[in-house]
């Protein structure tokens, strides 16, 4: 089995198919010229995941391992990784307008104070932390989507959302058949980030409008990002939608 092979490719083909047998159907009707019905074809097209077109040019994608070389396997299969995954995770975010990085450099630390991080076109791996979780290669995915996040500097980019989406395109679109995050609706909160952040999103896609979560990377890359927006693409509240998603479970009657 190969990585590149699981669900965010099928997602992909999924949504491919989808506008190939929109194609098909509208065809013949070319002849027929009938209206066009944009109410239609704006009413359908939330049920479509928008995907962004190819990067032009991919980047190279090269590994250093001078302060710890014994990272070099785990850094050689990283290095694949994010090859094979940079240019998925930038078709499934609004990067219509954004230039890609000419490389990308994975750079294996000892220690550092997280486990990942990444900045400057950069991902910086901590050894301890791969020497303990061998199998957290995911991670490479949810920090490859901040450089294809690399919002510019500025307001109106809450943290919670930026780490939701990365959270989001790792468990939902690299690894969806992993366990999924149990909400206690009496603690959680969509501000949470993360994996909570993520269920969110990943609920609104499937709920609401599969255009979702390109439509809030485009507001954060063009600085212009409110919470309202939730309420443009779903027609309610961030706090009605977050009450439909963990519903409070009703309080106990009391006994008297
Ligand atoms: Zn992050």
Redesign the pocket.
């Known amino acids: 089995m190969t990585i590149f092979a699981r669900r965010p490719r099928s997602a992909v083909m999924t949504a491919l198919a989808f506008v190939g047998a929109g194609f098909l159907w509208t065809a013949p009707s070319a002849h027929a010229a009938p209206p066009q019905n944009t109410v239609r074809d704006a009413a359908l097209s939330k049920y479509v995941y928008p995907l962004a077109p190819p990067m032009a040019r991919v980047p190279d994608v090269s590994v250093d391992v001078t302060d710890n070389p014994d990272a070099e396997a785990w850094a050689r299969e990283a290095q694949k990784l994010v090859a094979e995954w940079f240019p998925q995770v930038w078709r499934l975010l609004a990067t219509e307008q954004t230039t890609p990085p000419r490389a990308i450099k994975l750079i294996f630390r000892k220690t550092i104070s997280a486990p990942a991080y990444a900045a400057n076109n950069a991902i910086t791996v901590n050894g301890e932390w791969i020497r303990s979780h061998p199998d957290d290669l995911g991670m490479m995915v949810?920090?490859l989507t901040?450089l294809v996040q690399a919002y510019p500097p500025g307001p109106n980019k809450p943290g919670w959302l930026v780490?939701g989406i990365?959270d989001y395109i790792r468990w939902w679109r690299y690894e969806p058949e992993a366990p999924r995050t149990r909400i206690d609706p009496l603690k959680a909160s969509y501000r949470d980030s993360y994996r909570i952040t993520a269920a969110f999103l990943a609920w609104l896609t499937a709920r609401y409008d599969k255009r979702i979560v390109p439509k809030l990377d485009k507001a954060l890359r063009d600085g212009k990002y409110a919470d309202g927006l939730f309420q443009e693409v779903t027609d309610k509240n961030l706090d009605t939608l977050w009450s439909e998603f963990a519903p409070k479970p009703a309080a106990t009657e009391k006994k008297e």
């Open positions: 949810h920090e901040h780490e990365a």
